[in-house]
C-alpha cells in the first residue's frame, strides 16, 4: 500500500510538470496550430538560468529561500523573453506559410537553442542545488511524500489556477479566446493578433521555466537535451487531453504522469520513454482529438 | 537609414540582455566558481546588430518577391540560375565532363581518409534522395526516416553476426527489410496529415532507437555490433585502402542508381500521384487516386532506399550502435531535403554534399555545425522556401501543334 | 430535348447527420443519360453536402446512392471511398476550387489519368514499351481535353498561376480526364463575369451533347440554370422542396418563397 502511494505521489509529481509544459504546448497550437518543437528548450533553458542565478548568489553569500525566489523570478522572466523573441524571429515571418515551414522552423529552432545552451555553458550535465527547504512538518509523510515534492505539486496547481483566471477573467484572456475561435474575426473587432500571440508564448514559457526550476531542484542535475525528451512528453500529453484544450492538457499530463510511475515501479524503467511515445502514437492513430477534444471537421 | 540603425541597436540590445546569463556567465557548481566572459558580449552585441540589419534588409526583400508573386507578374517563366543550369544542354554538358572526371578521380588524389568521409556523404546523399520521395514528392513528413537507416545496418549485423550472411547477399535483405517496415509502419498513419503525422513518425524513430539499446538478445544493446565486413569483390582479400576505394566506387554506382531511378519516378504516374496527393489530397482522392496504396508506395520506397544505404553504412563503419540513429540524424536528413528543395533531385545532392563535407573541411567550426543546421532550417523556411534549387516542370510533347484558332 | 433513357444515378432518401444537426434530409434525387438536371437552393440549404454524400467524401446516414453504370452491372455506392466512386465513372469538380497548385495545367488534367492507366513502381522504372505507351497516350488525351475547354496556351503554367475562370475549367477538364459517365459539377459559374459564364453555359452543353456526359451541377446563378437545365431539384434546409422543368420551377410559390430576399435573375 504504501508502495502505491509513493507511486502515486511522484506520478503526480511527474504530471505537474508535464502540465507546466504541455500548457505551452496546447496554448500555442490552440492560437496558431503550430507545434512549437522548440518549447521543450525553453524549459531547459529557465533550468539553466535558474542555476546559473542561484549559482551566482550563492558565490556571493545568499543563501536559503532567497535564492529559490530569486532564481525563479529571474528564470521566469528570461524565458519569456526566450519565449517572445522565438515567436518574433522564427513563426511570425511564416505566419501566412504553408504548415510545413513553421514546422521545420520550430526543428531548427529546437536543435538551435539545443546546441547554443551546449557550447554556450557545457555538453555535461550541471548539478543543480537543492533549493527547496525541507519543511518540518512534512516529516510524518516523509516516506510517501516530501518538502520538494509538496512544493512542486502546490506551486504548479497556483500556476494554473492563475492561469486559468487569466483566462477566464480578464481582457487579455478574452483576448486569447477570441483569437484561437477566429483570428480574421479577432482582428477585425479591434484585436491586437501579434501581441495576443506574443502573450500566449510568453505565457507558456512563463510557465515551462516554473517546470524548469523546480524539475532542477528535485532531480539535482540538468543539461542541455532535458527539453527534448520533457518535450515531447509534455506534448504527448497535451495530446492526450486534446490538443488547444487547456483543461484537458492538465488531465493528460495527470494521466501521463501516473501511468508512466505505475508502470516504471510495477513493471520496468528501461522502456519508460518507450511507454511514453507509444502512447502518443496510439492517441494520434486511434482518437486524434484526445480525451477532452473535439474533433475537426475538415470543410469539403 | 538611421532608423535601421537605431532599431538595430535596440536589439543589439536586447540580445545582450537576452544572452547574457548564458553567455557571459559560467558557473561551477562543484568548485564554487564563477567565470565572467565579458568579450562575449561584445562578440554578441557585434553580431546582433550586424545581423537585425541584414534580417531587415532580407525581410524587405521578401515582402517584394512575395507582392510580386502575387501580383501574378512573369516571374514563373524566368528561370534561376540554378533552373537553368539543368535544362540548357550547353551549359549542363561541361559541367557533367567536369564532374564525371573528379569523380573517378577522387580517390586517386586523395587518401583514404578523404575517400571514406565521401563514401558517408554519399551514404547521405542516398537517404537525401531517398526521403525527398518521401517528403519533397508525397509530402509526407517523416521526422523518424533514421529508423529504416538503422534496419537496413542492423540487418546486415545481425544476418552477418549470427549467420555469417555476406554484404552483397545482406544488401537486397536489407533494403527488402527497409521496405517491409516502411510498409508497416506507414500503414497505421495513413490517415495522418502534417503536424500529427511528422510527431507519429518522430515517435517511431525515437522508439526504434530505444528498442535497439535494449534488445541486447539481438541487436547487442548499446554495445553495438562491431566486426562487420567491409563489401567484398569475389571474396578477393583486400586491404583496408582497396576497399575503401571499392566501397567508394559502389557508392558512386548507387547514387548514380539513385538519381536514375527517382528521376524516372518523379516524371510518370506514380510520381505525379504522389505530387497531387502531397498538393491536395482529398481532390487527389476524388480523381481516382487510391490514397493508401500511393502513400505506401511513398513510404516503402523511400524506407527501401534507407534500408539499402544502411547496409553500405554499416560495412564502411564495420561497427554500428544505437548512437548513429538518433533523431539528429533524422533532422539532418530532413534538413538536406529541405534545403535542397522539395522535390529536387540536384538540390537535394548539393545540399548532402554541403552539410555533411563543410563540417568535416571547415574543422574548426564542426562544434557549430548543428548549430547552423538550426539556423539554416530556420533561415531557409523564411527566406527561400522552395530550396536551393527549385522545382522546374516538365515540358510534355504533345501530338498536336498548337493552333491560335482555338480561341474564340 | 435530349432522349430520356436509363437513369445513371438513383439516390434514394438520403438522409445525412452530423451529430445532431440534420444536414441533409431525405432527399431523392434521379440522373439519366443524357441529361443536365441542376440542384439549386438558398446557401446552407445542404446541396454540397449532399454531393459529398454522392461522391464518396461522407458516408450517408441512411438513405441508398445507386449508380447504373452504362452496360455494367448497378452499384449501392454508400460509404465508398471517393476514388472507388471516381473509378466507378462519378467525377466531381469542388465548391472552393481544389487544383494541385504547384503542378502545371497539363498535369493537373493528367491526374485525372490515374485511375484509367496501369504503370506501377516498377514500370514506372523499367519504362517498358507499354509503359511509354500509356504515357503517350495521357499525355495526348489531356491535351485534347485541355483544348476542349479552351486551355491549351496554358498548358506548362502552374496551376496557381492561372486566372479564376480558366481555374474552374481545369477542374472540370480534370475530372472529364476519368472518363465518367456522370460529371458533377459545384458552382461552376462561381465568381465569372456574363462572358465566362456564357462560355461555361457552351462548354457544359458540348460535353453532354459531344462528350455524352450526363451532368448534375449545383448553381447559383439562375440565368445559367435556367438556361440548360432539363430538370431542376431545389432543396431548402436540407429536404427537397420542388422539382421539375424550369418553367415549373420558375413559377413555384415555394420555390419563389425559399429565395425570397434573395436576387432572382431568371
Not at chain 1, 539553466?48 to 525563479?72: D, K, P, R
Request: glycine share 10%; charged share 15%; proline share 3%.
Amino acid at each position: 500500500m504504501q508502495y502505491f502511494l509513493e507511486l502515486s505521489c511522484s506520478g503526480l509529481v511527474r504530471g505537474s510538470i508535464y502540465a507546466l509544459i504541455a500548457l505551452g504546448y496546447t496554448m500555442v497550437y490552440g492560437i496558431i496550430q503550430l507545434i512549437n518543437f522548440a518549447h521543450g528548450e525553453i524549459y531547459m533553458i529557465g533550468a539553466f538560468i535558474a542555476l546559473i542565478v542561484a549559482g551566482v548568489l550563492t558565490i556571493y553569500g545568499f543563501s536559503g529561500v532567497s535564492i529559490l525566489i530569486l532564481a525563479g523570478l529571474i528564470a521566469t522572466i528570461y524565458a519569456a523573453a526566450y519565449g517572445y523573441t522565438l515567436e518574433k524571429i522564427a513563426y511570425r515571418p511564416l505566419r501566412n506559410a504553408p504548415r510545413l515551414s513553421p514546422l521545420i522552423s520550430a526543428i531548427g529552432m529546437s536543435l538551435f537553442l539545443q546546441n547554443y545552451v551546449l557550447l554556450a555553458q557545457t555538453p555535461d550535465f550541471l548539478s543543480f542545488p537543492s533549493l527547496i527547504p525541507d519543511f518540518g512538518f512534512m516529516e510524518p509523510v516523509a516516506h510517501i511524500m516530501g518538502s520538494a515534492e509538496l512544493v512542486i505539486l502546490v506551486t504548479s496547481a497556483v500556476a494554473m489556477v492563475a492561469l486559468t483566471v487569466l483566462i477566464k477573467y480578464t481582457r487579455i484572456g478574452k483576448a486569447m479566446r477570441a483569437t484561437q475561435q477566429d483570428m480574421t474575426m479577432a482582428r477585425l473587432v479591434g484585436v491586437n493578433v501579434d501581441n495576443v500571440i506574443s502573450v500566449t508564448f510568453v505565457l507558456g514559457s512563463v510557465l515551462a521555466a516554473i517546470g524548469g526550476v523546480l524539475v532542477g531542484s528535485y532531480i539535482g542535475q540538468i543539461n542541455f537535451y532535458i527539453g527534448f525528451m520533457a518535450g515531447v512528453k509534455a506534448f504527448t500529453a497535451a495530446v492526450l487531453g486534446g490538443i488547444g484544450n487547456i483543461p484537458g492538457a492538465v488531465l493528460g499530463a495527470m494521466v501521463l504522469g501516473l501511468a508512466e510511475s505505475f508502470a516504471a515501479g510495477y513493471i520496468s524503467s528501461a522502456y519508460e520513454d518507450v511507454f511514453a511515445f507509444g502512447v502518443l502514437v496510439l492517441i494520434l492513430i486511434l482518437r486524434p482529438s484526445g480525451l477532452l477534444g473535439k474533433a475537426v471537421k475538415q470543410k469539403v | 537609414m538611421s532608423d535601421y540603425m537605431k532599431r538595430s541597436f535596440l536589439v543589439a540590445l536586447w540580445f545582450v540582455f537576452l544572452t547574457f546569463p548564458l553567455m557571459v556567465v559560467k558557473v561551477n557548481t562543484l568548485k564554487n566558481t564563477v567565470e565572467w566572459r565579458w568579450m562575449n558580449m561584445l562578440w554578441v552585441a557585434i553580431g546582433a546588430f550586424v545581423l537585425s540589419l541584414l534580417w531587415r534588409w532580407a525581410l524587405e526583400r521578401r515582402q517584394l518577391k512575395n507582392k510580386e508573386a502575387e501580383s501574378g507578374e512573369d516571374e514563373s517563366t524566368r528561370l534561376g540560375f540554378g533552373q537553368r543550369l539543368l535544362v540548357e544542354p550547353k551549359l549542363y554538358k561541361p559541367v557533367l565532363a567536369v564532374l564525371f572526371v573528379a569523380t573517378i578521380a577522387f580517390p586517386l588524389l586523395f587518401d583514404i581518409y578523404q575517400t571514406n568521409i565521401m563514401v558517408l556523404a554519399l551514404v547521405f546523399v542516398v537517404l537525401g534522395l531517398g526521403l525527398n520521395v518521401t517528403v519533397g514528392l508525397a509530402g509526407l513528413l517523416d521526422l523518424g526516416y533514421v529508423a529504416f537507416f538503422a534496419v537496413g545496418a542492423y540487418t546486415y549485423g545481425i544476418l552477418n553476426s549470427f549467420w555469417g550472411i555476406g554484404f552483397w547477399t545482406s544488401l537486397p535483405i536489407g533494403g527488402l527489410m527497409g521496405a517491409l517496415f516502411g510498409i508497416a509502419l506507414g500503414f497505421p498513419i495513413l490517415r495522418l496529415r502534417g503536424d500529427y503525422l511528422a510527431i507519429v513518425t518522430l515517435g517511431f524513430g525515437s522508439i526504434a532507437k530505444i528498442v535497439i539499446e535494449n534488445w541486447e538478445e539481438v541487436t547487442n544493446g548499446a554495445k553495438g555490433i562491431a566486426g562487420i565486413p567491409r563489401p567484398g569483390f569475389f571474396g578477393a582479400d583486400m586491404s583496408i585502402t582497396s576497399a575503401t576505394t571499392y566501397t567508394y566506387y559502389l557508392m558512386i554506382l548507387m547514387v548514380i542508381f539513385t538519381i536514375f531511378i527517382t528521376n524516372r519516378l518523379k516524371d510518370s504516374r506514380i510520381g505525379r500521384a504522389w505530387m497531387a496527393l502531397r498538393e491536395d489530397e482529398i481532390a487527389c482522392v476524388a480523381m481516382g487516386v487510391d490514397m493508401a496504396k500511393t502513400k505506401l508506395g511513398a513510404y516503402a520506397f523511400g524506407a527501401f532506399w534507407a534500408g539499402l544505404v544502411g547496409v553500405i553504412f554499416a560495412a564502411r563503419n564495420t561497427y554500428i550502435n544505437p548512437n548513429s540513429f538518433t533523431f539528429m540524424e533524422s533532422a539532418l536528413v530532413l534538413s538536406i531535403v529541405v534545403m535542397g528543395g522539395m522535390g529536387s533531385i540536384v538540390g537535394v545532392i548539393i545540399a548532402a554534399l554541403v552539410l555533411i563535407l563543410m563540417p568535416e573541411y571547415l574543422r574548426a567550426f564542426s562544434e557549430y555545425r548543428m548549430l547552423m543546421f538550426g539556423a539554416i532550417m530556420v533561415l531557409m523556411m523564411i527566406f527561400r522556401p522552395e530550396g536551393l534549387i527549385a522545382n522546374v516542370r516538365r515540358k510534355y510533347r504533345g501530338h498536336k501543334v498548337m493552333t491560335e484558332d482555338v480561341n474564340a | 430535348m435530349p432522349e430520356i433513357t436509363n437513369k445513371l444515378l438513383e439516390v434514394k432518401g438520403l438522409t445525412m447527420d452530423f451529430g445532431g444537426l440534420r444536414a441533409v434530409d431525405t432527399v431523392s434525387l434521379d440522373v439519366c443519360t443524357g441529361e443536365i438536371v441542376a440542384l439549386i437552393g438558398p446557401n446552407g440549404a445542404g446541396k454540397t453536402t449532399f454531393f459529398n454524400c454522392v461522391t464518396g467524401i461522407y458516408k450517408p446516414t441512411r438513405g441508398d446512392v445507386l449508380v447504373h453504370p452504362p452496360a455494367k452491372k448497378s452499384q449501392r455506392i454508400n460509404g465508398f471511398k471517393s476514388n472507388r466512386v471516381t473509378t466507378i465513372g462519378m467525377a466531381r469538380t469542388f465548391q472552393n476550387i481544389r487544383l494541385f497548385q504547384n503542378m502545371t495545367v497539363l498535369e493537373n488534367v493528367m491526374i485525372g489519368r490515374h485511375c484509367r492507366t496501369t504503370t506501377s513502381i516498377l514500370g514506372a522504372i523499367l519504362r517498358g514499351a507499354k509503359t511509354m505507351r500509356q504515357e503517350q497516350e495521357t499525355v495526348n488525351r489531356s491535351y485534347d481535353l485541355l483544348e476542349k475547354v479552351d486551355l491549351f496556351k496554358y498548358a506548362d503554367e502552374f496551376a496557381k498561376n492561372l486566372p479564376y475562370g480558366a481555374q474552374r475549367r481545369l477542374e472540370i477538364a480534370r475530372a472529364m480526364a476519368t472518363d465518367p459517365f456522370l460529371l458533377l459539377l459545384d458552382e461552376p459559374a462561381a465568381g465569372m463575369n456574363p462572358q465566362e459564364t456564357r462560355a461555361l453555359d457552351e462548354l457544359i452543353v458540348r460535353v453532354r451533347d459531344t462528350e455524352k456526359i450526363a451532368i448534375l451541377l449545383i448553381e447559383h446563378d439562375m440565368k445559367l440554370v435556367m438556361n440548360i437545365s432539363d430538370r431542376i431539384y431545389v432543396m431548402e434546409y436540407g429536404k427537397e422542396i420542388a422539382q421539375g422543368g424550369p418553367m415549373d420551377i420558375r413559377n413555384n410559390p415555394k420555390v419563389i418563397e425559399a429565395y425570397l430576399g434573395e436576387e432572382a435573375d431568371a
